[in-house]
């Protein structure tokens, strides 16, 4: 059957099963849209798709109604240009529709209603230009755009947040398929494989390589061998030899790899495996412009100048010709050195050795220099040479270990060998240059080849593979202007990979409508098998191309016309009109053409026999390795059999194609047929996935789109052959919840009775679409035609659209109602107002009336007034100055009188004074004359002075006590200056009125005198004129010499006061300098201390991690141990007992009695002081870890043989004991009494003196340190002293016991006398000097005084015998060290010698720092355990003072019982009952047994209804017990076996929350236990005097106080572990996708990748109510249990910022959530959880703070988002998200119904612009396992420890009461 495909590819039958009527709805839908343009007929503004020659599709909308034989359509475009469109009569093609908006931008392009080309690359754009999205599904296909530039959405955080996630419940992201693939591995345990195509510089190499990361990280290696490591290390190196720079791309992968990652039954990553295709050799010797060889030439080039590559003779890559044909050797951003260190790492890692590192750069150098050996052309033109001096051909010999002279020879020479002869010829210039290539070429190939094959040993495993995920990155369809061999086999590839792709998307569909129960039949679809045929069938192109190599003289044009000849009749073979050396083929793509030149040599690949043997024979190893002849040479089929390890069978789909009989040499053709032909099997034998990459536009812009290249390489790559096959049949598929949920406003109200969704949907349906071909009911989904969800989504708008009219049009009437009702009352009230003013208006009206005329008339009256008023004033004016007249003429004559009699009376006076004044002024004038000249000496004198030194300092000196006399002697100056004019003032009024007295007596004595004396008179006048002006002259010298000096004093005065100014102003400066240093250092001193807080914060979060990783270690170990012990266990199953535990290996905590205790916590206390980041830069605290754990690890052997010795001591005092007691049965009550009496005082007394002896020991070798260091003896003679004392009293003390021994026996003998009946001493004749009469008592007394000294004696014997054993294991221990030592240094010294000399003289420093700090170390750990023995030892002192003085007085009161009892015999001793003292006493037997009963197999439901945390109460009690009979021992195992048993309980029950929590409150009450009876005044402070009694007496477990707070931050850290567990399931189900407002949310296709959550009825769905609910039980248990309050806040408010983290990066990551109703849904999800924090009083544990990210993103959602003051509002809101959160969320915005807008990329790059000043972190997401640091409040309890009951159920009868 045959028929065309868009009338322009025809294609043989294949057949495949298929819905019914597909084929013809194929037909029809390559006929145009005929069925979806009926029901869009005569419809005006229908949007269609034009074709555009510039952008490929245009949108249009019709401004016409189109009818049924229309021959043209009226369109108007997007810039409102009108366009007439012609229609085809004939065959009918009307344009493409275009899909409504709420479906632009979705995440599948399967979810759009019409599936065709303009649809998807629409879709395409505005995903990658206006959301920035690079990744869109096309089904079962990733489609990715190459951004061109670095996105943050490959972090470690995206990793984990698509870790375990379905497919379609995340964006699209390579990281997505990835997680398939690896989720299906594990699922189905079958192989899977990711399929990377594309064309150069579309992003395949990259997608591949983050595809191998998340595997990397997701699948991580069980073991330390760090494989995910290497596998990405292998991509480095095969970029630097494998990738290039081209014209399309600056690192394009020129060759294709496919590399298989092993799994093993866990699923992590134990190995892998890389097979390689189709090298590029060719560009080895020839590059195009603008184009560059393989990186690692010029990366080679740029570390030339390195001393270990000076023997390469290489210099910069311009100088060498394989290098420098693209004439750009450079790449913008790219630094080959800095690369080349990479690739060096690489090597290193994958275990490649230094020197075959330096071999593969001589290698690669040398074919540098190949290419620079320059060949001169003989005369002849058939021959050639080289020059022997020719220095590149000297170093490409040297480089390669060959011979000079046999290269240079056969270099321009070929050997021909024929049956009988054999000839060398010489060859012409172009054949050497052609074979210098070829033999540079296949170095290359050969090195490459080695490379991978090594790459592939160093990823091998031993291990059984179980499983492998593929990575193909592979070329994608390829068309140049010029097409060789090189894109013939890429597009036999593509043709290959396209085959396996159909048959794949077939088979998919065909078990989805299987699953869904659809009708399907056999159908027949079309297949690209003919054009396979054609290239590798029998006499294909590709056979005739081999058959043309075997031909003596075959030629390119020989077997182009071959092909012709042969394959013209073929509909993919096409001949060109233009050319005889050219052919074309129809590919599944697009038609391409090859020029035949070059195939056959590119085919041959021949190099000459002669040179490759020169090759072999070379000095270095591994260049004659690569030329050996049992070398495959290609490296596919070497690799391909590594894969053996695994288990598939890998089998091939259709049977293999015959190989010709005849031997010939395999062709590069038959090479990679044969290795795509096994490629081909492993991917059908695999799940395939895959991935196009599309490169958007030539130029490499960022987020720049070319419609024209987009579309070119979607029809290439196949995805619209998805398309196409998915139009076919029923591409939009609705699972029926979400499809009720969507379109239930289409549904009438009758059919909401019924309960069954699937019954609405179907009658919905069935009375919406006529046609019941058009929809399908599978068995969970509906599945539609194409362009059936675009109707519906057209009646849900109409069905909304006439809902809004009607809602606007009941609106508009009730708000015109409300409008008449406003104005109608409003007119009234106008009214009524209008009324009131007027008839206010007319009493105003009356009012003034009757005021004007009262004014009048009172103003009538006024005027009146004040007429009369006017005429009576005039009248008493005239007379008042007429009487004034008078009365002043009168006055005036009597004034005259008196003033000449006056006048006469001063005239004579002043005549009299004149005289005097005369006489005065004679005599001042000559005083001043005489003064002046004084004072001008002296000014004279005073101004030499001034000029001198010793002035001006005497001036300086008491500044400020001159300026105030100088101020003094101013004022001084001016009371005289006033003074002064004072008297000036009085002169010349004296001097007036004398003048005017002279003047009358002159006139006087003219009128008696006569005329005669007037002469006399007028000269006396001259004279005294001439003296008076001679007087006013001298005052005016006098004054101007005042003035003159009193400016200057002022001057002088100015300048003190300036000066005076300005140091006021320095000294305020130098204030204000001193307050701002002040202010600045207490804003300093704050700044340090908020830093120092922050700081304390980080380096206690620091240190919870690493109690976190130490836990996480720790449990590895047991882990570890365990599979050891599993793997050790014999075939006959031996088991170990279930209640075995660890306890030896995990009490690693240090004994009270040494002086070693804590240094672990002293090391972990150093790295939280000095920070992390130091601490691990620090080699000391590291090394003083590893030496306690080895310490704690001897003192462990020690302490068990301690222990066995111990228990051996025991038995052997039992057995004297019971000796002591067969002897002693006889003895009375009295007598036992007595004789423990005697023996508790015995012990105590002995203890007591070995005690002090140890202390007199230490405190001696102290003193002697002390002394060595001259230190002052006054404190070691005091201690002596004391020790002294003490030594006398104990012994007073031990006669004291020796005479009550003695009283005791001496009764005891007395007693037995009588009731002996003979006697013993007369029977002992044998006794020296038995004659003599021997006292019974002294020889009794003598007796035990022998036993006793034998018994002194055989204790001495023991302990010396003890100290021996000790000494003599102290020695073997030191034997073994010193051994254990001496293997350490051999293995470094055989490492070191392994090493280079650099790296020798590294190690060798490296290794004396260490040995140096174990030194400092040792020092330090031996003045720290001498302090601490300082410390303990002046404690113990203390205690042991205040047990002597009890001791006396225990003496005393038993020696006053004894004195009672000798007096009285009959009285019997009675203890007296005491209250219970809040203690517990056990044997060590029991503590096994206490540790199970309390702590191992204890529930937490067991102690409902008792006290909290009882646990921690009876263990303490326990402990205090010990610590009264000072039992150190006991103290330590108690404690470190409750602390193991916590361990195991928690190990065992690591999922229990109930337990985690029930241990974590009984760790910290006994935390809080340990602190608040410490004896510690700090803890002491709320205890009662009751509390304080219970405090322990002789020991300081403040170490073991750090230790249990390290076990409750791994409880507390377990606690949090478990909960996010439970509760992280939950949180986006319940947060972002239930409906919590029901009806708000819409659902909109989700086109092939349906989400997870997307099932009938929401079976897996949880809502809020849930997680309050579990929250709620989270709750109930930690408080019923007891958990400290604070402790309980910091636990909600690390849940809650999981639930902020976890939400909002789903919300990042998930178009489909990111709308105005999820907002709506979060912010009442949100108050909801806010107001049951209120409820349960958690408020003020900062929870509301962590979520106000996702508070403020849910207000994003539901701002607009439209004008600039919406973006200043949104940044100004959006503080808790950083700038790429928001632009994220902006660009994730998707509109759920039409009346919806899009944010504009405008308004996005107006928030980027307001938002670039942030210096936000550039991490997208929030670590949602970050943790904050839990601090452990000192809680004290109010409790007593005597007022504690213990239930009888804990089956604890073995405690005592004390």
């Known amino acids: 059957m045959w028929f065309f495909l868009n009338g322009s590819k025809r294609c043989q039958v294949m057949s495949f099963r298929f819905p019914v009527n597909t084929l013809l709805h194929l037909a029809t839908h390559c006929k145009g849209q005929k069925t979806e343009w009926s029901r869009e007929e005569n419809k005006v503004y229908t949007r269609v798709w034009i074709p555009d020659p510039d952008e490929v599709w245009r949108s249009a909308e019709l401004t016409k109604g189109y009818k049924e034989g229309d021959t043209s359509l009226q369109l108007r475009l997007e810039d409102e240009t009108i366009r007439e469109y012609p229609i085809d009569v004939q065959s009918n093609q009307l344009p493409f529709l275009r899909n409504p908006d709420i479906l632009v931008g979705e995440n599948d392009l399967t979810a759009l209603s019409y599936l065709h080309e303009p649809a998807v690359l629409h879709n395409l754009k505005v995903r990658f230009l206006e959301s920035n999205h690079i990744y869109t599904y096309c089904g079962i296909v990733l489609v990715a755009i190459n951004p061109y530039e670095q996105l943050p959405i490959y972090g470690q955080d995206v990793i984990y947040a698509y870790s375990g996630q379905n497919m379609g419940d995340m964006d699209p992201h390579i990281f997505a398929v990835a997680e398939e693939a690896y989720k299906q591995m594990a699922r189905d345990e079958k192989n899977q494989s990711i399929i990377v195509s594309g064309e150069s510089g579309a992003g395949k190499t990259v997608s591949a390589k983050y595809a191998m990361r998340y595997f990397a990280t997701v699948g991580g290696s069980a073991s330390d061998t760090n494989i995910e490591e290497k596998v990405l290390a292998s991509s480095p190196i095969m970029e630097a030899i494998g990738n290039a720079k081209t014209t399309r791309n600056d690192n394009s992968s020129r060759f294709g790899k496919y590399i298989q990652i092993g799994f093993d039954k866990r699923y992590h990553i134990i190995g892998a495996n890389m097979r390689t295709y189709l090298l590029e050799k060719s560009r080895v010797v020839f590059q195009a412009d603008d184009e560059r060889n393989y990186h690692i030439f010029y990366q080679l080039c740029a570390a030339a100048s390195l001393p270990e590559f000076k023997e390469l003779a290489l210099t910069c890559a311009e100088d060498f010709f394989y290098t420098s044909q693209g004439r750009d050797t450079c790449i913008e951003g790219v630094d080959d050195a800095e690369d080349f260190e990479k690739t060096r790492q690489a090597f290193t890692l994958l275990g490649v050795r230094e020197s075959h590192q330096i071999s593969i750069f001589k290698i690669i150098a040398s074919i540098l220099h190949l290419g620079n050996v320059e060949i001169q052309a003989e005369r002849d033109g058939d021959s050639c040479s080289i020059s022997p001096q020719d220095e590149h051909l000297n170093s490409f010999c040297r480089l390669l270990g060959v011979e000079h002279s046999q290269m240079e020879h056969w270099l321009c020479h070929r050997k021909l060998v024929t049956t009988s002869e054999t000839y060398v010829k010489t060859m012409s210039l172009q054949q050497v240059v052609n074979a210098r290539n070829a033999l540079a070429k296949h170095i290359y190939a050969q090195l490459f080849g080695w490379i991978v094959e090594h790459i592939n040993k160093a990823l091998h495993t031993p291990l059984k593979q179980h499983s492998f995920i593929g990575v193909l990155d592979i070329y994608g369809f390829e068309t140049f202007e010029v097409n060789s061999f090189e894109q013939f086999c890429i597009n036999y590839a593509n043709e290959k990979l396209q085959q396996q792709f159909n048959s794949h998307v077939f088979k998919l569909e065909q078990e989805e409508y299987m699953k869904e129960q659809i009708p399907w039949t056999l159908i027949d679809f079309y297949d690209n098998q003919p054009c396979i045929d054609l290239i590798e069938a029998k006499l294909g192109i590709l056979d005739l191309l081999d058959e043309e190599c075997k031909v003596p003289k075959g030629t390119d044009q020989n077997w182009a016309q071959k092909l012709y000849d042969r394959h013209s009749g073929s509909q993919h073979f096409q001949k060109p009109r233009m050319s005889n050396t050219a052919f074309i083929v129809v590919h599944f793509a697009d038609k391409v ?957 690591n999922d229990d929350f109930e337990m985690t929590s029930f241990w974590l409150s009984n760790t910290c009450r006994l935390l809080h236990c340990l602190k608040q009876y410490s004896g510690d005044e700090g803890f002491m402070t709320q205890n009662t005097a009751k509390q304080n009694e219970h405090c322990l007496k002789n020991f300081d477990l403040t170490e073991y106080r750090q230790v249990l707070s390290d076990l409750s931050i791994q409880i507390y850290q377990q606690l949090i572990k478990i909960a996010e567990g439970v509760l992280q399931p939950m949180i986006v189900s319940a947060m972002l996708e239930n409906e919590s407002i029901q009806g708000l949310s819409g659902v909109k296709p989700t086109g092939y990748r349906k989400r997870s959550s997307s099932m009938v009825d929401g079976d897996n769905s949880y809502c809020l109510e849930a997680v309050i609910r579990q929250m709620n039980s989270f709750h109930t248990v930690m408080c019923d249990q007891g958990l400290d309050p604070e402790i309980i806040l910091q636990v909600f408010k690390q849940l809650f910022y999981m639930i902020n983290a976890v939400t909002l990066n789903n919300l990042l990551l998930r178009k489909d959530v990111c709308s105005w109703s999820t907002g709506m849904q979060l912010r009442y999800n949100i108050s909801q959880l806010e107001e049951w924090l209120r409820g349960r009083n958690l408020h003020q544990s900062g929870a509301v703070q962590t979520m106000e990210p996702l508070i403020q993103a849910a207000q994003l959602l539901q701002l607009k988002k439209k004008t600039p003051e919406d973006a200043e509002a949104i940044c100004s809101l959006c503080t808790s998200l950083s700038t790429q959160q928001i632009v994220k969320i902006l660009n994730l915005y998707t509109p759920l119904n039409e009346f919806e807008e899009r944010v504009t990329v405008a308004f996005i790059r107006t928030i980027q612009a307001q938002l670039q000043e942030r210096n936000d972190p550039q991490q997208l997401l929030l670590d949602f396992k970050h943790m904050f640091p839990v601090l452990f409040p000192f809680n004290p309890s109010s409790l007593t420890m005597d007022s504690i009951h213990i239930p009888a159920y804990l089956n604890l009868e073995f405690l005592n009461e004390v």
Not at 841 to 851: Q, Y
Not at 894 to 900: D, G, I, Q, T, Y
């Open 593 to 1549: 053409e090859y020029l035949s030149d070059g195939f056959l040599e590119k085919n041959r690949d021949t190099v000459y026999e002669e040179q490759i043997n020169i090759l072999k024979a070379s000095k270095f190893p591994l260049v004659a390795d690569l030329f050996h002849d049992d070398k495959d040479s290609v490296p596919a089929t070497t690799a391909s059999g590594k894969g053996s390890s695994s288990k598939i069978n890998i089998r091939s789909a259709r049977p293999p194609l015959k190989v010709s009989n005849k031997e010939h040499k395999k062709t590069v053709g038959h090479q990679f047929r044969t290795s795509l032909h096994l490629l081909m099997e492993t991917l059908n034998a695999t799940t395939p996935h895959y991935v196009r990459c599309i490169k958007p536009n030539d130029e490499k812009l960022p987020f720049h789109f070319d419609p024209k290249r987009a579309v070119q390489q979607l029809r290439a790559c196949g995805v619209l052959e998805t398309i196409r096959i998915s139009a076919a049949g029923y591409p939009s598929r609705w699972a029926y919840h979400d499809f009720f949920n969507r379109y239930r406003v289409l549904v009438k109200k009758r059919e909401l009775a019924n309960t069954d969704k699937k019954a609405i949907c179907r009658s919905v349906l069935e009375s919406l679409i006529k046609d019941p071909d058009k929809f399908q009911f599978g068995r969970t989904k509906i599945f539609f035609r194409a362009g059936q969800v675009a109707y519906l989504e057209k009646l849900r708008a109409d069905k909304f659209r006439a809902a809004t009219i009607m809602i606007q049009k009941t609106v508009r009437g009730w708000l015109q109602k409300v409008k008449y009702r406003r104005l109608k009352a409003t007119t009234l009230t106008l009214q009524r107002y209008c009324r009131g003013l007027l008839a206010r208006r007319l009493a105003e009206h009356l009012r003034r009336t009757r005021a004007a005329i009262m004014l009048q008339k009172q103003y009538r009256m006024r005027r009146a007034r004040l007429a009369y008023q006017r005429v009576h004033r005039a009248t008493v004016t005239i007379q008042a100055f007429t009487r004034g007249m008078f009365v002043r003429r009168m006055y005036q004559q009597v004034l005259m009188e008196h003033k000449a009699t006056i006048l006469q009376k001063h005239v004579r006076g002043w005549v009299a004074r004149r005289r005097f004044q005369r006489l005065r002024g004679a005599a001042i004038v000559i005083q001043c004359a005489f003064r002046m000249l004084k004072a001008k000496q002296e000014l004279k004198a005073l101004k030499i002075e001034a000029r001198s030194a010793e002035h001006l300092k005497r001036l300086n000196v008491g500044m400020e006590n001159k300026v105030v006399q100088l101020q003094r002697k101013i004022d001084d100056q001016n009371k005289e200056f006033k003074t002064l004019s004072e008297q000036l003032s009085a002169v010349t009024s004296t001097h007036t009125m004398e003048v005017e007295k002279l003047k009358k007596e002159l006139a006087r004595y003219q009128q008696s005198q006569g005329e005669d004396g007037s002469l006399r008179l007028q000269e006396e006048v001259e004279s005294l004129r001439a003296e008076l002006q001679r007087a006013h002259s001298e005052r005016k010298i006098l004054e101007d010499a005042h003035t003159k000096e009193k400016d200057e004093l002022r001057k002088r005065v100015a300048d003190l006061e300036e000066e005076n100014a300005l140091l006021k102003d320095e000294k305020e400066q130098l204030n204000n300098q001193i307050l701002c240093q002040v202010k600045d250092e207490s804003a300093q001193n704050s700044a340090k201390e908020n830093l120092m807080k922050r700081e304390l914060e980080e380096e206690r979060s620091r240190y919870q991690n690493l109690v976190k990783e130490y836990s996480r270690l720790e449990q590895r170990y047991d882990n570890l141990r365990d599979e050891m012990t599993i793997i050790k266990q014999t075939p006959g199953h031996r088991r170990n007992p279930s209640n075995q535990s660890s306890l030896e290996s995990d009490s690693n905590y240090p004994s009270i009695s040494t002086s070693e205790v804590g240094d672990t916590e002293d090391a972990l206390q150093q790295v939280e002081d000095i920070g992390l980041e130091k601490a691990a830069m620090d080699m000391t605290v590291f090394l003083k870890l590893q030496k306690r754990v080895r310490e704690l690890e001897q003192e462990r052997k020690k302490l068990q043989v301690q222990l066995e010795k111990r228990e051996q001591q025991d038995s052997r005092k039992v057995q004297v004991e019971q000796a002591k007691n067969d002897l002693d049965l006889d003895q009375d009550a009295d007598l036992a009494y007595n004789s423990l009496k005697r023996q508790e005082l015995e012990s105590e007394n002995k203890k007591l003196k070995n005690d002090l002896n140890e202390l007199r020991k230490a405190v001696a070798d102290q003193a002697t340190q002390n002394n060595s260091s001259h230190s002052s003896p006054d404190s070691y003679s005091l201690l002596l002293n004391q020790l002294k004392l003490a030594n006398e009293e104990l012994e007073v003390r031990k006669e004291e016991v020796l005479i009550l021994r003695t009283q005791i026996v001496s009764a005891d003998q007395r007693r037995l006398a009588g009731k002996s009946t003979e006697p013993n001493i007369n029977a002992r004749t044998s006794w020296p000097n038995s004659e003599k009469h021997v006292d019974q008592e002294d020889a009794i007394e003598a007796y035990h005084g022998v036993c006793q000294t034998n018994r002194l004696l055989e204790a001495q014997l023991q302990a010396q015998s003890r100290e021996h054993e000790e000494e003599v294991e102290g020695l073997r221990a030191q034997v073994e060290a010193l051994k254990e030592e001496l293997d350490k240094q051999q293995q470094t010294f055989c490492q070191t010698l392994l090493l280079s000399p650099e790296a020798q003289v590294e190690f060798g420093v490296q290794q004396e720092i260490s040995r140096l700090t174990n030194e400092n170390l040792d020092l330090k750990e031996l003045v720290e355990k001498l302090e601490k023995n300082e410390r303990k030892l002046k404690k113990q002192l203390k205690i042991y003072m205040k047990k002597v003085q009890d001791l006396e007085a225990a003496q005393a009161l038993a020696q006053s019982e004894r004195r009672r009892h000798e007096l009285n015999r009959q009285v019997t001793v009675q203890r007296k009952e005491k209250d219970f003292q809040g203690m517990l006493e056990y044997h060590k037997e029991d503590e096994a047994l206490l540790i199970r009963n309390l702590v191992t197999d204890l529930k937490p439901q067991a102690l409902a209804g008792t006290v909290p945390c009882l646990p921690a109460y009876i263990l303490y009690m326990c402990i205090r017990h010990a610590d009264y009979v000072n039992d150190d021992l006991k103290v330590h195992s108690l404690l470190t076996s409750t602390i193991n048993g916590i361990k195991k309980v928690l190990k065992k029950h």
